[in-house]
């Protein structure tokens, strides 16, 4: 098709251009913006706002900050035990709003992050995997891959989907000629996107202690984690052993890059829950175990009393 003829039949599709106006987002180390909230500008003034989704499930808490960590490095590697830890740990991932917090050894930083915290950056951005769009309408025949999109909403709750990565060309003329649309994608791997959350809050934990706790759920925890940083992508992971209560949730608000607090979450009506936060981003109930008695402002540690009955700081 000429140049001449895809002008033409821009036209007759008959959508105005719009243009962007202004875009919130993104964070440290991020190569594409995120969206938090985008205001886009029609031919005639008018404007539309785009931000998150809202996520079935989500309710207002009030969160309180017990205890804030700070960079601490362990004798031992605080995941596997096993050596000492040589390479510095994000903790979250750098993408939703980690710096380097502590460090651990090679393998469980590279492997045990390459296989799970792109699953969790996914399930934090809403990102819809594996994308492929295709066409009733216009010149391109069959599906073309569309990457990965982030999902979003306009202000009336209206779907709207961002291309986030590398994608066909031919995916926009598929978007600019409209018809019947049929979008195929994937969800980020549930298993994975949970055992990177336990990752950083395991290791938020450990950074709130200031030490490598030995209760039952954190030899659980170090258990599934060993295996998750073992279990090749292409494989299904299970987090067999963590059978504990315990939940991720998105915080609230924007990231605060290289923030790790001990909060206590209070839902109307409810027990408050203690949780660990993890650049502002994500909280992860308090995943190994012990009850905390308090906390020392002063040296910023927390006081709990282990599963054994052991009072320590
Ligand atoms: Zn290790």
């Known amino acids: 098709m000429s140049r001449k003829q895809r002008r033409q039949s821009r036209r007759e599709s008959g959508r105005p251009p719009w ?4 875009v919130y987002g993104g964070g440290p ?6 969206l938090y909230s985008t205001r886009l ?3 005639n003034g008018q404007a539309m706002s785009i931000g998150r989704m809202q996520r079935e499930g989500e309710v207002d808490c009030q969160i309180d900050t017990v205890a804030i960590a700070s960079r601490f490095d362990f004798a031992h590697c605080p995941l596997c035990l096993a050596v000492v830890p040589g390479t510095d740990e994000h903790v979250p991932p750098e993408n939703i709003g980690g710096t380097v917090m502590t460090r651990t050894c090679d393998d469980c930083n590279n492997k045990a992050g390459g296989r799970t915290e792109p699953e969790l950056e996914h399930w934090w951005n809403d990102t819809l995997v594996r994308a ?3 066409s009733t309408l216009g010149p391109v025949r069959g599906p073309r891959v569309a990457g990965n999109l982030y999902r979003r909403q306009t202000s009336d709750g ?4 961002a291309l986030a990565g590398k994608h066909d060309s031919a995916v926009r003329d598929i978007l600019d000629h409209g018809g019947d649309i049929t979008l195929t994608f994937g969800l980020p791997d549930r298993a994975r996107v949970f055992a990177a959350a336990l990752k950083s809050a395991y290791l938020g934990a ?3 202690a200031r030490r490598v706790p030995f209760t039952r759920e954190a030899e659980a925890v170090r258990a599934a984690l060993r295996a998750a940083r073992d279990t090749q ?6 987090l067999r052993g963590i059978d504990f209560d315990w939940w991720i949730a998105r915080r609230p608000g924007s990231i ?5 607090g001990l909060e206590r979450v209070r839902v109307a009506g409810e027990e408050p829950q203690y949780a660990v936060s993890l650049g502002g981003a994500l909280l992860v109930s308090w995943p190994v175990g012990g009850y905390l008695v308090g906390s020392d402002r002063a040296s910023d540690r927390i006081l709990w009393i282990d599963s054994m009955g052991a009072n320590s700081r």
């Open 29 to 34: 180390g991020q190569t594409h913006i995120p």
């Open 256 to 260: 605060e890059a290289g923030r790790i």
């Open 132 to 134: 492929r769009l295709e």
């Open 158 to 161: 209206e779907p709207v989907f």
């Open 206 to 208: 450990c950074l709130l």
């Open 19 to 22: 243009t962007i106006d202004s």
């Open 233 to 238: 992508k292409s494989e299904p992971l299970s």
């Open 41 to 43: 500008v029609g031919p």
